[in-house]
């Protein structure tokens, strides 16, 4: 599974890892660390359970980025929006090709102007 490495919420930057047989030794399918910023995804599950942990684990951060902790501590609530998000994003290729990654973007690292297409980027959502 090809997920990206990185991602930016708010104003912090998340890291994103797969770690080899979280879900066997530890049965979960990933978790985030919000003093660490980072999201672990088990890499011992399927690519549509990979990409749905995403969702799920920044949710989760979307969350506790907002102050809104009591949510954010409510695994029925995330468990059901991260499930909705990833079904939207795989149900409408739009959102990732297209109208989200074509045309001049602001590098936040450099400050610099670039064009960025999907292509280039890494294709999280499975067939």
């Excluded at 660390?33 to 990979?50: L, P």
Aim: charged share 25%; hydrophobic share 35%.
């Amino acid at each position: 599974m090809n997920l990206p490495t990185e991602v930016k919420i708010g104003a912090m930057r998340y890291s994103i890892e797969l770690v080899p047989k979280l879900h066997e030794h530890r049965s979960l399918y990933g978790e985030v660390n919000y003093s660490q910023q980072t999201i672990i995804i088990a890499d011992d599950i399927s690519n549509q359970r990979q990409v749905n942990a995403l969702f799920h684990e920044l949710t989760h951060a979307i969350l506790f980025e907002t102050g809104d902790f009591d949510l954010c501590d409510d695994e029925e609530f995330v468990r059901r929006f991260s499930n909705l998000l990833t079904q939207i994003f795989a149900d409408n290729e739009w959102l990732t090709k297209g109208v989200l990654c074509d045309g001049p973007t602001i590098n936040q690292r450099t400050n610099r102007s670039y064009t960025e297409t999907c292509e280039e980027g890494p294709d999280i959502l499975p067939e």
